[in-house]
């Protein structure tokens, strides 16, 4: 099989160009499929997940010839009643060997074998234990090939959302429940001092979470707004919750790991952007050194993938959701991991900025109090420069609209926090 470049292959994985295939798996459709999402797992393959109205197929290309020929020797061994059938009805596979590519129909999963039975409504029904027999109605999130995906399931009239399941490929989903299951049952969760979803089930055969549904909807990610204040203030007070909370459960994070994380990269970035590359190794050497000065905090109870966007709002009241990176890590990591999400993306102007900055001092300034410890501004200011680092990269990585000036941004920050990481909790949004 021949070893294939990106550019090409965008071209070759566009609808129209795999029509007859994507007819094969969609089967009769009024409109044409359409791209719902795509991604790039450099080095070794490119994603893209087809979408027509309720269905989805997906596309694995590799880059590597001897890659693709190694996956497909994997799947006939495994799946060879597939293979060539897209009529299956727990989804067909079909090969595309001139762009070292595999279409697969959804609901299977090459990583995820049992995902159909996550689809199924009547199994779901009686995993739920619901009085009434009738099949509950799924509905598809989200779904990341290889990786995971996220259902909601309504009553049988279809109106109510009565269930919400996550599906993944490892044991993640059922240490989540474990983990959720101790978080509900915490102090801390009574009091009103954490908001989570109910965990509900777990059936280890399909790797299926179900959680009851929580109220609320996320807040848009305008900084310069009283709803984010609210929203920076109740992640304070949930996160020393969560520090305090009992829950030994989880892989170990270290400063070491994101530092190695960030050296990982740096290969492929000097390909890129030259620039970029001597600055990320200047800050790598920069969080190396100053780790050195400084002392480890005990480990605690994390979330793990700490920021903004994991909270709910419904009323005033902010609920935490994905505990799928939970961890054991120094109370910094937490702290780090939000503050390096607080300045936006694309910020509009000046006042962006100046309202990350405040939010980033309210934050930390209600974690202190909540959990009545002292800050290792130092420590946090380590973490939050790695985290600002790999938020770079992802722009690099992308190489949407200004994404040069954008990571220099977010690396020029990170080396501020570290000379710099006393928060500012001045002003307040309009």
Known sequence: ?????????????????????????????????????TRLQAPICYWVVYRNGGRRVTLKSFFSGDDYVEYVAELRAVYPERLGHPEHPNGGVLLLPEINGILWAFPFDPAMPELHRCFDGAWIAGVLR??????????????????????????????????????????????????????WRSPARE???????????????????LQAPVAGTPISGERNRSAFLQLVTAAGTALAAIHGCDAPFGHERQLADLVRRLADELPDLALVSPALHRALGQLIAQIESRSERGSTAARVASHGDFKWDQFLEYRGRFALIDFELFCQAEPSYDLGYFCAYLPPSSPRDWRDSAAAEMLRGVFLHTYAETSGTPLDLSRVALFESGMLALRALSHVWRQHGDWQLRASQLLDLAFERLVNPEPDSSGHPR
């Open 191 to 209: 009091s009103g001092q954490l908001r989570l979803a109910r965990p509900l089930a777990f059936r280890p055969e399909a790797g299926l979470l």
């Open 1 to 37: 099989m021949p070893d294939l470049k990106l550019l090409p292959l965008l071209e070759a994985t566009q609808p129209d160009r795999l029509r007859e295939p994507l007819g094969s798996l969609f089967g009769p459709a009024a409109e044409p499929p359409r791209v719902e999402s």
């Open 130 to 183: 619901r009085r009434s027999r009738e099949a509950v109605q799924p509905e598809i999130v989200s779904y990341r090939p290889e990786i995971g995906a996220v259902f909601a399931y309504r009553g049988p009239q279809g109106r109510r959302v009565v269930a919400y399941g996550k599906c993944s490929p490892e044991e993640s989903c059922g240490r989540q429940y474990v983990i959720m299951n101790r978080l």
